[in-house]
Each structure stands twice: as structure tokens, then as C-alpha cells.
């Protein structure tokens, strides 16, 4: 079976800290994983995928094969991160589905 | 960019009514998806379509029923309104072979059911 876990309902950090969103996952062939973003009063939006390996807005995450994680990391948050961020998972063994974390809401405080 | 559109960002509907939720998309989009998204559960997947007339049951099935006769549009149908239907649902539609690996949503549609 297919599982994204988000350990963390609620994230509060302060304006200039760094900050770590966790996701673990469970998949038994080569997974695609993705995180999304929400912005309050906006839609869902694909923030970053693993295998672009590239930096959006200053997050970056790393799929750890080993350790069957995908964390969303950001050297120093910014007020605008605040947002509902979510993990998820997909594949070719998937049928084209998608599979969603529970989600982290992140707090940036001024 | 391509367009995910709901036909109503908030709609407020009786107990035993059916309700009709509707999803267009513009981007030629062979997969089309159906969510429920609720505090604390995240997306919960409802339906998906995978062509015109396919349908495949998601985690949550149950209460729901979909229809897709064109490519561009998905619609979701509640055949009998219950208060735990309260939530916000969200459509999203993907690309297929090498177009496939990114969701697009629509905006949502908070459904309240009294």
C-alpha cells in the first residue's frame, strides 16, 4: 500500500529560523514525490517535485531513498511561507494516482 | 497555464438533496480527480477518470457517484446530501505518459450541508 505520513499537524517558527517540514513515505517501486502548497484564499499548487531537483522559493527537499523521506527544508522562513503544505506520492504502480499527506499547516512569526 | 474551473466556490444544500459538483478543465487532460479535503485528514480521494466514460472508486467512495461524457469536464454527484458531506472538494486534472506527473487543482468548492 501506498502512505504518505506528515507527522506534524502545526508548525510555528520564527521570521529569519530555519525550518523543516517532515514526510515519510511507503511505496513499493520508484516513487514520484511532490509537494504542494496552499496559500490562504488560494488554490493547491505544485510547489516543487523531487526529480526536478531545483529550489523553489528557497525550499529545497531531498528524496532519501533509505530512509524513505522527503522533507521540505528552507534555510530562513519567510512570513509568506506561512501556508497548509502538503507531501505526496505517485507512481507508475499507482494508476495514475495521487497520494496525499495529512498536510502541515506552517506558521512564520514576524 | 492551464485552467481548473469549479462551478461554485460555495454552495449550501438540504439533507436528501443531490447535488451536482462540476469540473472543467481546458488543457486536453486525459486524468481528472476528485478530493475531499478536510482539517486533519488532508485529501481524501473520492473518484478518478482516466478517459471519457472511465471511472475507478478512490479511498472514499461511498455517497458519491461521477460522470464524465466529455474529456474536459468531471463532474462529481452527491445522490443523496448528508451532513458528514459538509467539506470542501477539490477537482484536478493530469496529463497522461510523459504529461502525467503534476496535479492541477481548481480553486474548491466548500459544500455545506444542512
Known amino acids: 500500500a501506498q502512505r504518505v505520513t506528515q507527522p506534524e499537524k502545526l508548525l510555528s517558527v520564527f521570521k529569519g529560523a530555519p525550518v523543516e517540514l517532515k514526510c515519510n513515505y511507503s511505496?513499493?517501486?520508484?516513487?514520484?514525490l511532490f509537494w504542494y502548497v496552499q496559500y490562504s484564499r488560494q488554490r493547491l499548487q505544485l510547489l516543487l517535485r523531487h526529480i526536478s531537483r531545483e529550489s523553489i522559493k528557497g525550499f529545497t527537499a531531498d528524496l532519501n531513498k533509505g530512509e524513505t523521506s522527503f522533507h521540505l527544508k528552507k534555510p530562513f522562513a519567510q512570513e509568506e511561507d506561512s501556508a497548509m503544505y502538503y507531501c505526496?506520492?505517485?507512481?507508475?504502480?499507482?494508476?495514475?494516482?495521487?497520494?496525499f499527506g495529512t498536510g502541515t499547516s506552517l506558521t512564520v512569526i514576524p | 497555464d492551464v485552467k481548473v474551473t469549479q462551478s461554485s466556490r460555495y454552495l449550501v444544500k438540504r439533507t436528501g438533496e443531490k447535488v451536482f459538483l462540476e469540473c472543467v478543465q481546458d488543457?486536453?487532460?486525459?486524468?481528472m480527480f476528485w478530493y475531499r479535503q478536510d482539517p486533519g485528514l488532508g485529501l481524501r480521494l473520492i473518484y478518478f477518470s482516466y478517459d471519457v466514460k472511465m471511472k475507478e472508486k478512490g479511498d472514499i467512495p461511498e455517497g458519491y457517484s461521477v460522470s464524465r461524457e466529455k474529456k474536459e469536464r468531471f463532474s462529481l454527484i452527491l445522490e443523496s446530501a448528508s451532513t458528514n458531506q459538509t467539506s470542501m472538494y477539490l477537482c484536478a486534472s493530469t496529463g497522461a505518459g510523459e504529461r502525467w506527473n503534476e496535479q492541477f487543482f481548481g480553486p474548491g468548492t466548500r459544500l455545506t450541508v444542512l
Open positions: 488543457m486536453d487532460h486525459e486524468n
Open positions: 505526496a506520492l505517485s507512481g507508475r504502480g499507482t494508476g495514475n494516482q495521487f497520494y
Open positions: 511505496y513499493s517501486g520508484s516513487p514520484e
